[in-house]
């Protein structure tokens, strides 16, 4: 089972904890990503809303943690 999910913020997708996020974020919240960050979402890190902003890049740091976690080979 999933364990995780993806989040843009602070312009990079972060990796957050389903089990701390049960229900998705929403913006002006502020979330504690894989990496170890505390970041406030804004409406460009939502897809559904007129002000998101894609080109956002991956954090390798919550990649290599959501995949330590859920016993995953980690990307070469
Ligand atoms: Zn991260």
Redesign the pocket.
């Known amino acids: 089972m999933r364990q995780h999910r993806w989040q843009d913020a602070a312009g ?1 997708r ?2 957050i904890s389903l089990q701390s996020y049960p229900l998705p974020p929403r913006p002006g919240e502020e979330i504690q ?3 170890g ?1 505390d970041l406030e979402l804004t409406e460009q890190d939502f897809p559904q809303l007129p002000q998101y902003q894609r080109l956002k890049g991956t ?1 390798f ?2 990649q290599a943690e959501w995949r330590a976690r859920e016993s995953l080979r980690p990307v070469p």
Request: hydrophobic share 30%; charged share 10%.
């Open positions: 990079l972060h990796a990503t894989l990496c960050e954090c740091t919550c």
